[in-house]
T-cell receptor, first 115, second 115 residues
Framework: DGGITQSPKYLFRKEGQNVTLSCEQN?????MYWYRQDPGQGLRLIYY???????QKGDIAEGYSVSREKKESFPLTVTSAQKNPTAFYLC??????????????FGPGTRLTVL | GENVEQHPSTLSVQEGDSAVIKCTYS??????FPWYKQELGKRPQLIID?????GEKKDQRIAVTLNKTAKHFSLHITETQPEDSAVYFC??????????????FGTGTLLAVQP
């Protein structure tokens, strides 16, 4: 299970607060991704980054922000503007565009609950 | 936009029976189709994948078939065992030629294998 880690495993937030989820990988992967998982809706892409200092919005980026200052790290901030943030958040990484067909490896996830 | 439909959403089989999960994709340029298995409370993990230049791929008890004309692909599990119980996600992606390397996931199938 090593290679890509997320912390914390469980996170509780009060309404109106921003919170940052950590994602770290030691696989030397160029690409990193954040997904949100809700029951019955599969995995939806929030943001992704193909290379350091560059990232793009996914399908549901509103209310979220990211940074990619280091190759190993891709933190996700859930802002107070996100209307329904309670969900399971998964981070993933892959070799990147240069790798052609390549597998995305997932972290263990963070379950965020808004109180 | 790109879309992947997955059916059924839940599937219950008796141990030893076969299970089939079907997916349909919308982007005809998709050329790589991975399947992920997510056990309860764990991260998704790749179990098998297929490229668009292949019609079928098999790995022990699991197989995937692809019909490019109909834009369908399916996961087949034979001789099911209780440890096959999990949520299965199909996905589609266009790799190469300036593609963004974004995986589009289906909504998942909860497979329950009854002993």
């Amino acid at each position: 299970d090593g290679g890509i880690t997320q912390s914390p495993k469980y996170l509780f937030r009060k309404e109106g607060q921003n919170v940052t989820l950590s994602c770290e990988q030691n696989l030397n992967h160029d690409a990193m991704y954040w997904y949100r998982q809700d029951p019955g809706q599969g995995l939806r892409l929030i943001y992704y980054s193909q290379i350091v200092n560059d990232f793009q919005k996914g399908d549901i980026a509103e209310g979220y922000s990211v940074s990619r200052e280091k190759k190993e790290s891709f933190p996700l901030t859930v802002t107070s503007a996100q209307k329904n943030p309670t969900a399971f958040y998964l981070c993933a990484s892959s070799i990147g565009l240069a790798g052609g067909y390549n597998e995305q490896f997932f972290g263990p996830g963070t379950r965020l609950t808004v109180l | 936009g790109e879309n992947v439909e997955q059916h059924p959403s839940t599937l219950s089989v008796q141990e030893g029976d076969s299970a089939v999960i079907k997916c349909t994709y919308s982007d005809s340029a998709s050329n790589y189709f991975p399947w992920y298995k997510q056990e309860l409370g764990k991260r998704p993990q790749l179990i098998i994948d297929i490229r668009s230049n292949v019609g079928e791929k098999k790995d022990q008890r699991i197989a995937v078939t692809l019909n490019k004309t109909a834009k369908h692909f399916s996961l087949h599990i034979t001789e099911t065992q209780p440890e096959d119980s999990a949520v299965y996600f199909c996905a589609a992606i266009r790799v190469g030629g300036g593609a963004t390397n974004k995986l589009i996931f289906g909504t998942g199938t909860l497979l329950a294998v009854q002993p």
